[in-house]
């Protein structure tokens, strides 16, 4: 791809993007539900990118054997999960505003056997990326070319369980497995790094996770390290992993808690909560005029 | 070799357990459907399946001490079509790896089949760490599980045979087995094992003993044998599906014998009793005894002494049974 195009095809995704998180705003306000806001727009981009550029699924074909395989393991950010797997035509999103009601398919965690396009259920914290490891060998002893794909947040991998994924995950060479970590640095007691004091600002080191590129490293993993709002990064960090045989990628992404809304970004207290209608409009109205700002690029 | 329908004890002169009859069934189970694959966390001469190892390199996935990871990884092949038999020790199975064993697999219902050797007091002298008092409770008490609990080895073939045939997560209970306890079924084919069907191994009409797994089958068995001869006609069902269970067995059993006791490697709370107690007060209330592991943490020592300390060898049985016919009849 040229990179004329490529810069095109970035700035095509970072529209959807923005659409995506007004439709993930516009179900979660129809459905007056409250919600993991912080890390579900920080997951975002990360989002766009493998379900319209990296991913090779069907949404006719939901069961297809080769299609990729991707596992939410940050599952508390199906808010976002949800409007990204209605727009690539999984279900339709007529239905979106079901969204934590009564017998839904869709709500706080991702159900596989009640969501269309869903490989994985998720939500307790330190199980996707074991899951994503079986998917990957499963994928090898049945000699598929599919890829698996695991989305892992930061706070969670503390979880004794990512570390035994991660050196099963290297000790087999898994190179059909990218894991990519949305790095937004709070977890949902505060910040992941620190001392691990009570300030105004939550608890300022939850628990420490740097230098988490060497870490792995050290284990034995292929490491990247991108900018998760950057989508020529991003697209360029899935080239890579793509490319890379004989051990398992991950990919580190930089990412904001509750990018595109200025009143949530960064703060640790928005990990979970309930906008008011004038702090939906609010958010509605500035992701719009970012989106409006993004087509005008385009033109 | 004979099919595995067909098996008779002869086909397994060459094994002493169940453990060696699970590594031995699950190796023709495999021959023929390529989906099988086997997991071990470092226990794969406990759980016999070195020579799964070594005919099925590419099946065989050797993890290491992760069992966390191991069964969330089973889910991951389960859900790519595979089925995975992931077996360690009874404990480890059902305790570390819990709410892997229930989200990860029961809750979306994959076909994974875990096997927990080494069950209830069996691994003796190992003490509680290795001592699987609650298996049972656990995994019953998950929806989507089956749990079934072989107590012979011909009946462990078939155990493991269905478990293998049926798409869902199964849980297969297993004793460590060294002492060989008596066999109650000499062919695959007269064996009657179904899964959610129990087995009338003694008829009776006097009172009835439910008992699921070795020895506590094999117990039962002899202690209703020994109080025939006193003129109490015992029946004996052995309930080696203890998940789903056999309501009907249960309630005629309760309409035709007046009273149950049952018999388990086990807790007594949430166990196999509980298991039948919830049928009984529900459909056809009438006076039990659980028999089992009293709810205290079970101490050590040669695995005999310790199922007759906590009362499940059959003298004890012949006593228990008696003193319950006293107090209820």
């Known amino acids: 791809m040229s990179e004329e195009n490529r810069e095109k095809l970035a700035l095509e995704l970072e529209r959807k993007a923005y659409k995506l998180r007004i439709m993930e705003l516009e179900m979660m306000r129809d459905s007056e539900a409250s919600g993991h806001y912080g890390g579900s727009m ?258 | 070799m004979a099919e595995i329908s067909s098996f008779t004890m002869a086909d397994l002169a060459d094994v002493t357990t169940p453990r060696d009859v699970f590594g031995k069934v699950l190796i023709e189970l495999a021959r023929e459907d390529s989906r099988i694959v086997a997991l071990s966390t470092d226990l794969m001469l406990s759980t016999k399946l070195k020579d799964f190892a070594k005919e099925f390199p590419g099946r065989f996935i050797e993890t290491g001490l992760t069992e966390q990871a191991t069964v969330s990884m089973c889910a991951g092949m389960a859900s790519c079509g595979l089925i995975p038999f992931f077996a360690t020790f009874a404990a480890f199975a059902t305790m570390r790896p819990c709410e892997q064993v229930r989200t990860d697999i029961a809750y979306p219902k994959l076909n994974v089949k875990i096997v927990g050797t080494h069950a209830g007091l069996s691994m003796g002298p190992g003490g509680t760490t290795h001592h699987a008092t609650e298996d049972i409770a656990i995994m019953r008490s998950m929806a989507n599980m089956t749990v079934l609990v072989p107590s012979d080895m011909i009946q462990t073939v078939k155990v493991v045979k269905s478990a293998a045939e049926f798409e869902g997560p199964c849980y297969i209970r297993l004793i460590r087995g060294a002492e060989s306890p008596i066999d109650i079924y000499q062919s695959v084919e007269e064996c009657p094992f179904e899964i959610g069907k129990a087995a009338v191994i003694k008829e009776g009409n006097d009172v009835t003993i439910i008992a699921a797994g070795a020895p506590v089958v094999q117990e039962s068995f002899v202690a209703a044998n020994e109080l025939e001869k006193e003129g109490i006609h015992v029946r004996v069902i052995d309930m080696a599906s203890v998940k789903p269970i056999d309501k009907e067995a249960i309630v005629k059993a309760a ?51 310790l199922w007759a300390k906590y009362g499940l060898n059959s003298s004890s049985l012949i006593g228990t049974v008696k003193d319950f016919l006293k107090k209820t009849k």
Request: one cysteine or more; proline letters at 5%.
């Open chain 2, 255 to 305: 309409e035709e014998t007046g009273g149950i006791i049952t018999v388990e490697d086990h807790n007594i709370m949430g166990g196999v009793g509980s298991a039948v107690a919830e049928v009984v007060v529900q459909e056809r209330p009438v006076p039990m005894k659980l028999v089992g592991v009293p709810d205290v943490y079970s101490t050590l020592g040669p695995p005999d002494e």
């Open chain 1, 42 to 299: 920080s997951v975002m981009d990360i989002l766009t990118v493998l379900y319209f550029k990296v991913m090779r699924v069907d949404p006719h074909n939901e069961d297809w054997e080769d299609r990729d395989r991707f596992v939410l393991s940050k599952g508390h950010a199906c808010n976002a999960l949800c409007p990204v797997l209605a727009e690539k035509g999984f279900f339709s999103r007529d239905i979106l505003p079901t969204f934590n009601k009564l017998d839904s398919p869709f709500g706080m965690h991702p159900d596989k056997n009640k969501i269309s396009g869903c490989d994985a259920s998720t939500g307790s914290l330190g199980h996707g990326a074991p899951i994503a490891v079986g998917m990957a060998m499963a994928g090898k002893y049945l000699k598929k070319d599919y890829r698996v794909y695991v989305v892992v947040g930061d706070g969670e991998v503390a979880e004794g369980s990512n570390w035994e994924a991660i050196e099963i995950a290297s000790h087999f060479k898994v190179d059909n497995l990218c894991a990519t970590i949305d790095r937004n640095k709070y977890s949902l007691d505060g910040s992941t790094e620190g001392p691990g004091v009570f300030k105004e600002g939550g608890i300022e080191g939850t628990m420490t996770l740097e230098p988490i590129d060497k870490k792995l490293e050290d284990f034995g993993w292929h490491v990247i390290k991108c900018d998760g709002h950057d989508f020529i990064q991003l697209m360029g960090a899935y080239d890579e992993a793509a490319r890379t045989k004989g051990r398992p990628t991950v990919i580190i992404a930089d990412t904001l808690k509750g990018k595109g809304i200025s009143f949530i970004e960064d703060k640790y207290e928005w990990h979970y909560g309930q906008f008011t209608p004038e702090q939906y409009k609010t958010a509605i109205d500035e992701l719009t005029a970012t989106l409006k700002r993004l087509e005008q690029k385009s033109a």
